[in-house]
């Protein structure tokens, strides 16, 4: 157990809804990252929070946003969700900015119908 | 651009064998490199890292890691597998002081 907690564990929702995942970071954690893994582009970077501030931004679509509130947990929410939006969105939190060290949550399984 | 790439997609061995896991990245500054591990079903957990120091790095449960500046490598090392180590293996590398950046993985599948 990582110390990071994500809900839900699974979502199943249609085209052109919106959801909100949420990610609970390691306590003392001021960095929350988002990740996306599909089958065909792997493991990607979507955005990094630090103490509330968007710190980098990756492959993150515009439909995407995400925000880190003050008690440093963090949403992301995906609108117009298209069938391609299908896929596991990882949260990782660390004690650093530089995100040398992350820990990861055990995701949330994305389905578009 | 940066890159990092793990060229097995998908390694089959017997227990007790060796194992190695190739990871190269395309990079002539400063890096800083990882090894994870995706279990079935779980979350990403870390192997190992290198910041500085000793190229050859121990991570846990048996692992360890080479880092070739040369050669802008970081292979994955155990010289003797067991069924459990049956998982998703990536390797990731920090550019500088970027974000962190995956490579495809590579599923690694004991035989017992």
């Known amino acids: 157990d990582s110390g990071v907690t994500q809900t839900p564990k699974h979502l199943i929702t249609a085209t052109g809804q919106r959801v909100t995942l949420r990610c609970s970071p390691r306590s003392g954690d001021l960095s929350v990252y988002w990740y996306q893994q599909s089958l065909d582009q792997g493991l990607q970077f979507l955005i990094q929070?630090?103490?509330?501030?968007?710190?980098a931004k990756g492959n993150i679509l515009e439909r995407f946003s995400a925000q880190q509130f003050p008690d440093l947990h963090s949403e992301l929410n995906l609108s117009s969700l298209e069938l391609g939006d299908s896929a596991l969105y990882f949260c990782a939190s660390s004690p650093h900015i530089g995100g040398y060290e992350q820990y990861f949550g055990p995701g949330t399984r994305l389905t578009v119908t | 651009a940066q890159s990092v790439s793990q060229h097995n997609h998908h390694v089959i061995l017997s227990e007790a064998a060796s194992l190695e896991l190739g990871c190269n990245y395309s990079y002539g500054g400063t890096v800083n490199l990882f090894w994870y591990v995706q279990y079935p079903g779980q979350h990403l957990q870390l192997l190992l890292k290198y910041f500085s120091g000793d190229p050859l790095v121990k991570g846990i449960k048996g692992f360890e890691a080479e880092f070739i500046k040369s050669k802008f490598s970081f292979n994955l090392r155990k010289p003797s597998v067991q069924w459990s180590d049956t998982a998703e293996y990536f390797c990731?590398?920090?550019?500088?002081?970027?974000?962190?950046?995956f490579g495809t993985g590579t599923r690694l599948t004991i035989i017992p």
């Open positions: 929070y630090y103490n509330g501030e968007e710190r």
């Open positions: 990731a590398v920090m550019f500088g002081n970027e974000k962190l950046t």
